[in-house]
Each structure stands twice: as structure tokens, then as C-alpha cells.
């Protein structure tokens, strides 16, 4: 016999293994498939069935005249609501201060002017912001007392404030310094020099109480900006 060692057989090579990303990868691309089919299969079936997309146009159409029927309905209640708003002097002490400024603001919109409140940190000394029908700006600032006309009056200080930013921050034709109490009687002349509106309990009792808009109430108020009102 020969001294010969048998040859070896060649080892087989096993199979390599997928990643775990590319798994992901084919079911990825599995799943992007089957919803590439199903929306082929979903656009084929409303193209046989075209009525169903025409039932679903009219269903949204009605709809969406409904939603704009109903915030016409509010928009118009919330313009009534407003015009009927009329509220007496006790209620007005009896809020807050932050309360009271909303108020002001609301008075304001009654009468037909886009009023928006300010009040609060950096203010620059103007609590409620309007713009009238004329066209006109209004800096109101606001200064409640709890106890009303029994409180402590405002002072000049409050007026030179208003008088130092109404026009020029605010750019306000008329600055008005409002509260439910009084004023001092150094404030008053010094309001007439400088062109500061002063109303005070009594004034803004009337106003509040909705016989006319607090531009007729006031004397030397600037002439309209323009004659229209306001959309």
C-alpha cells in the first residue's frame, strides 16, 4: 500500500447571517408595500365607487357651513352681549384691580372700540389700550380703591407718569387716568395743564352705567382721526 495520507475534503462555508439592521431594512421595505398596495387598492376602489367621495364632499361642505354659521352666531352674541353691558358702581368696587382693568376694557369694546388690556409689569402706566370708532387712541390708566371714594386719592405722581408715556410710548390722542375713587386737588389742575382726562367715581358710575360713551363725556377730547367706524 501506498505511504499516502488520504486528501482533505475542502470545509464548507456556512451561510452568512443578516444584521439586525438589515432585517429592519426588509421589513421596512416589506411594510412599505404592503401600504404602497393598500392605498393603490383604497384609490382603485373610490375610482369604481366615485359617489362615495362625492357623499363625503357634501358631508364636509355641510359641515364646515355649519361651524361657520355657529361662530357667526357667537361672534354676533358676544357684539350684543357687549352692547348690552351696563354695570353699576358697586360692582366695580367690588373687583380687583386685574378684574377692575378688564373692565375698563369691556366698557370700552360696549362702545365700539378694539380695546385690549396691558396692565401688569412694564406697562409703561397703561392699563387698557383703545382705538374708537374715530380712529382715535386711548392710554386709560386704571387705579382701584377698594374703598372707593374713601380711599386714598390720586396723586399728581400717578398723573406725571401717564403724562410721560401715553403719547409717547402709547401714542395715545387722549390719556385718561380712571378710577373708582377721587382724585387729590393737586391733581386736578395739573390734569387740565398737561392734557391728562381725569374720571373719577362719579363719572365713571355714568359711564359704567352705559348713557353714552365716555368720549361724550369728557371735554376737550382731540377731533376724530377719521369719520368712519371702525370694521
Known sequence: ?????????????????????QDGQLALLGAGVLALGLVITVVHWLLVHW????????IAAVAGGLWLQQARQRAEWERVRARAL???????????????EFAIRDLMRRDGCQAEQLGGAGDNACDVRAVDPMGRVWAIQCKHR???DRGSAVGVGVLQQVNGTARQVHGADVAVVLTNGRFSSKAIPWGAEHRIH???????????????????????????????ALS
Do not use: N, Y
Not at 359617489?51 to 357634501?58: E, F, P, S
Not at 351696563?86 to 377692575?100: N, Q, T
Open 86 to 100: 351696563r354695570m353699576r358702581i358697586a360692582e366695580l368696587d367690588a373687583l380687583d384691580h386685574r378684574a377692575f
Open 1 to 21: 500500500m501506498s505511504g499516502r495520507r488520504p486528501a482533505r475534503r475542502p470545509a464548507r462555508r456556512r451561510p452568512a447571517r443578516r444584521s439586525k439592521k
Open 51 to 58: 359617489w362615495v367621495l362625492l357623499i363625503a364632499a357634501v
Open 198 to 228: 381725569l374720571v373719577d367715581r362719579r363719572l365713571l358710575g355714568e359711564w359704567a352705567a352705559g348713557s353714552r360713551p365716555l368720549w361724550d363725556l369728557l371735554d376737550r377730547i382731540p377731533p376724530p382721526r377719521r369719520s368712519s
Open 146 to 148: 377698594r374703598d372707593g
